[in-house]
């Protein structure tokens, strides 16, 4: 018989997981075990649409230069950010849904960062992370606003964020919070994928290609807080990396960010197989999350059978400390939950070491 529509709704979740009563008794006891977090995502889902003032969307400003983050975890960046008291569970999953993104960059990269070699972070990490932190964390200059106190100023920290897809449409107040981390520091955040401008469609049509935008990126840079720019490509990037767009890379102002990519699953891996080995040529780190720990552990399988050894491993894989509290459904399966960067793990080309000739030794 073909499969019936799915149409008898749990009376405890309120989510529709079976054709008829019948089948939903039958699978009763594996529907228990993911009872609770479709209640969570319903609650969720109509919270957004209940009509309440969002308190916890209100972000804080900039940083005293005083005060130090503690990335220890949500609760301690929260409360060491200032941000508005959020004292229950749901406005907390609703905010870190958001703000999993630019905090998941901030943790990896900050000089205050958790991870470390004692907690997943590897020698190589060490290495290509302490060259991006000498750029994040710069000297005091002694810059004023008279003419003594004018100092050049380092280019901007360009973060690639390939495959970019809901993270490209966040509110920009949500991108600024990475800059607060880096109150010394300027970024350039650049989007780029097919399908970077999803749910954006009120900057449509996108601009033409010209000899000075070959490519048509849509540059936003003003109303920022002079501290973040953000360009937007719909377009591959082997594409922009044939034609040498962002060339040259370096390993002290560049990283690359990839948000859930599925560099391993069945349906996108044909799209990466012609971006890896252009990743790995940079020697720049790259940063993955993923879904779960099947979906990070499939990609890190894939990325290491495609890269045959040209491959360090910068941080060891594990939960993401600043993945998103609140989990998200599949549709298509409503026993598939997952929930926003759960998992984080970054890796680059492989960097080999030379020593000097010095001819070849005399034989004894």
């Not at 200032?82 to 630019?102: H, I, S």
């Not at 920022?224 to 490509?233: E, H, N, Q």
């Not at 012609?274 to 790995?280: H, I």
Request: overall charge negative; proline content about 8%; some cysteine.
């Amino acid at each position: 018989m073909p499969p019936a529509h799915v149409r008898f709704e749990c009376p405890d979740c309120g989510i529709p997981v079976s054709c008829s009563e019948q089948h939903f008794v039958s699978d009763y006891e594996n529907h228990l075990e993911v009872c609770d977090i479709l209640r969570e995502i319903n609650e969720d889902d109509h919270d957004l649409v209940s009509g309440r003032f969002f308190s916890e969307f209100e972000y804080p400003g900039p940083q005293m230069e005083e005060a130090q983050v503690n990335m220890t975890n949500w609760d301690t960046l929260m409360y060491s950010r200032e941000f508005t008291a959020v004292d229950d569970e749901r406005r907390m999953r609703q905010v870190t849904r958001l703000l999993t993104y630019p905090i998941t960059i901030g943790s990896v990269l900050h000089e205050l960062s958790p991870y470390g070699l004692k907690d997943r972070l590897t020698p190589e990490g060490l290495r290509s992370l302490s060259a991006l932190r000498y750029t994040l964390h710069p000297p005091k200059s002694g810059a004023g606003m008279d003419m003594k106190g004018i100092r050049p100023l380092a280019p901007p920290v360009r973060l690639f964020i390939l495959g970019a897809r809901a993270e490209s449409s966040l509110p920009r107040e949500v991108w600024i919070q990475l800059s607060y981390l880096f109150p010394q520091s300027t970024f350039h955040l650049i989007f780029i994928g097919p399908e970077s401008m999803s749910n954006r469609d009120a900057e449509f049509p996108l601009p033409e290609r010209t000899p000075s935008n070959p490519f048509g990126a849509i540059v936003e840079d003003r109303g920022l807080g002079g501290r973040v720019k953000i360009s937007t490509y719909v377009e591959y990037f082997h594409t922009l990396h044939q034609a040498q767009h962002f060339y040259p890379y370096d390993p002290y102002f560049d990283a690359f960010v990839l948000f859930h990519p599925g560099l391993g699953h069945p349906a996108s891996s044909h799209e990466w197989a012609e971006t890896l080995p252009q990743l790995l040529e940079t020697k720049v780190p790259i940063i993955c999350t993923g879904y779960t720990e099947f979906d990070m552990q499939r990609d890190i399988d894939w990325v290491t059978k495609e890269a045959r050894g040209e491959m360090d491993l910068l941080l060891q894989p594990g939960e993401n400390r600043f993945r998103s509290l609140r989990w998200d459904l599949n549709d298509l399966d409503p026993g598939d939950v997952s929930c926003g960067n759960w998992g984080v793990w970054g890796f680059r080309g492989k960097r080999y070491e030379t020593d000097e000739y010095r001819g070849r030794e005399e034989q004894q």
